[in-house]
């Protein structure tokens, strides 16, 4: 697989290095996660939405949110509903409804959610992408992606992290460094969950110019970051 073939370059380079997770970047991400808890899930692209008109029920459809983020809603039309929640979009549906419904009660809910992927490269049994469900851990994708193999350095595993987790476009890409060895020889708790298009990579060598790194091996090679993703800033 591409993924597979190109991450596997950068085990080749020389030793480097990329700076650990903070203890206030590790905050930030827990603040981020408990807040997209706190305001509800937002509608991705792929997601399959169940609309119902209780009093005219000939309007109820089950329709899948395109890849622009739009759906095609009956008697409205095209309608942007990617990074809403299922309320903000039903509300959203009673204003366009409400110049020829009185008093349009709508209700929307998500019927099955769309597949979103993380990937996982290097030194691992069988790199590639895999499907991201809430809660996915960094060890448990690389457990998923057919585990370390022995050449695997545990306590470098790179995590590349593209902005926002749930924005409509992703504004930097991150890379920070994860010490798995002491969760997997010492049962440490992992310090953070996954989030949708999360890159892992585990190396055989410490890898440092992480601007370089990424530009080369995540950036210019994987299609998603190549075609949402600015250059990572400095002092990443």
């Known amino acids: 697989m591409l993924l597979a073939g190109a ?5 080749c380079g020389p030793s480097v290095t ?21 305001r509800g899930y937002r509608i991705e692209p792929g997601d399959t939405l169940l609309i119902k008109y209780p009093f005219h029920p000939e309007m109820d459809q089950e ?3 395109r890849p622009d983020g739009t759906i095609s809603a009956s008697g409205v039309g095209a309608l942007p509903a990617a990074g809403l929640t299922a309320t903000e979009l039903a509300e959203e549906l009673k204003a366009r409804t409400a110049n020829r419904l009185r008093d349009p009660d709508i209700t929307v809910s998500i019927s099955k959610y769309g597949e979103r992927p993380v990937y ?3 030194e691992v049994g069988r790199p590639g992408m ?3 469900r809430k809660g996915l851990t960094p060890l448990q994708a690389i457990v998923a992606a057919g585990g370390f193999l022995p050449s695997a350095r545990l306590d470098s595993v790179i995590l590349v992290r593209a902005g926002p987790p749930n924005g409509a476009r992703r504004d930097a890409l991150v890379a920070r460094r994860l010490d798995l060895k002491r969760v997997v020889h010492a049962g440490d708790a992992e310090s953070l969950a996954l989030f949708p298009h999360d890159v ?7 890898i440092a110019n992480a601007n ?3 530009r ?5 090679l994987i299609p998603f970051f190549r075609m949402n993703m600015p250059t990572m800033p400095a002092g990443f």
């Open 216 to 220: 080369q091996h995540i950036t210019e």
């Open 200 to 206: 892992l990579f585990v190396p055989r060598t410490r």
């Open 18 to 38: 990329v700076a650990p997770f903070s203890a206030a970047e590790l905050a930030r991400l827990h603040d981020e996660a408990a807040a997209l808890e706190t």
């Open 63 to 65: 329709t899948v949110v």
């Open 7 to 11: 991450l596997a370059l950068a085990g």
């Open 212 to 214: 370089i790194w990424v």
């Open 120 to 122: 996982v490269g290097g």
């Open 130 to 132: 895999l499907v991201y």
